[in-house]
């Protein structure tokens, strides 16, 4: 069974950066999309980016595009989010999950999650 466990998150000036990882750990982690979203108080959860199980396919949400970065790492079963000139408006919790049909937008399509790692911007 694969477990995610992120990690990585902070307090940042608005402008700064911040890299998230999430460790998978089970089989098959290689064979899967893997994607991250995040969940601000009062919000649905929404996309972020995602990256297919070959690393050149990547998807970004149309407002992280130029500032965020999806990569992998199979050697050592981890996913990261480079997240460069942060906004207020990205502070969220921030959930890595598995994709069943490839680097999607769809949270639907997702069936392992992790706890989240929490990110906060200031003005």
């Known amino acids: 069974q694969v477990q995610l466990v992120e990690s990585g998150g902070g307090l940042v000036q608005a402008g700064g950066s911040l890299r998230l990882s999430c460790a998978a750990s089970g089989r098959a982690f290689s064979t899967y999309a893997m994607g991250w979203f995040r969940q601000a108080p009062g919000r649905e959860r929404e996309f972020v980016a995602a990256i297919g199980w070959s690393t050149e396919n990547t998807y970004y949400e149309e407002s992280v595009k130029g500032r965020f970065t999806i990569s992998r790492d199979k050697a050592v079963n981890m996913v990261y989010l480079q997240m460069n000139s942060l906004k207020p408006e990205d502070a969220a919790l921030y959930h890595c999950?598995?994709?069943?049909?490839?680097?999607?937008?769809?949270?639907?399509?997702?069936?392992?999650w992790g706890q989240g790692t929490q990110v906060t911007v200031s003005s």
């Open positions: 999950g598995r994709s069943r049909r490839g680097y999607t937008e769809f949270a639907a399509e997702y069936d392992v």
